[in-house]
Nanobody, 126 residues
């Protein structure tokens, strides 16, 4: 079981990036997928999450309207579309996966997720 993030990089404020989280060894069916981020000196925080059974999504209030989480089942990949980026979005972004059968809920803390990727750096310059 492996998750691999990609798509990070350096972008100017106001720009956009699309992060990808590709799964291997399992499919996302029956899982909740979440994007978290961690900036230096700060705790890891949930940014967006997706219930793959219902299609329900939830977002950190500071990214609502700017970020969108989506899934391409044919590619077994979850995306995080990030628009109108601001310097405060600078962080390492991680995707996590958790079986819905484990009692997942949108506010589930990062340390309760079973599977993680290695992270991808996003840097937004002012």
């Amino acid at each position: 079981v492996q998750l691999v993030e990609s798509g990070g990089g350096l972008v100017q404020a106001g720009g956009s990036l699309r992060l990808s989280c590709a799964a291997s060894g399992f499919t996302f069916d029956g899982y909740a997928i979440a994007w978290f981020r961690q900036a230096p000196g700060r705790q890891r925080e949930g940014v967006a999450c997706l219930d793959t059974d219902t299609g329900d999504t939830d977002y950190l209030f500071t990214v609502k309207g700017r970020f969108t989480i989506s899934i391409d089942n044919s590619k077994n990949t979850v995306y995080l579309h990030m628009n109108s980026l601001i310097p405060e979005d600078t962080a390492v972004y991680y995707c996590g996966a958790e079986p819905l059968s484990a009692g997942w809920y949108s506010g589930r803390p990062w340390y309760e997720y079973d599977y993680w990727g290695q992270g991808t750096q996003v840097t937004v310059s002012s």
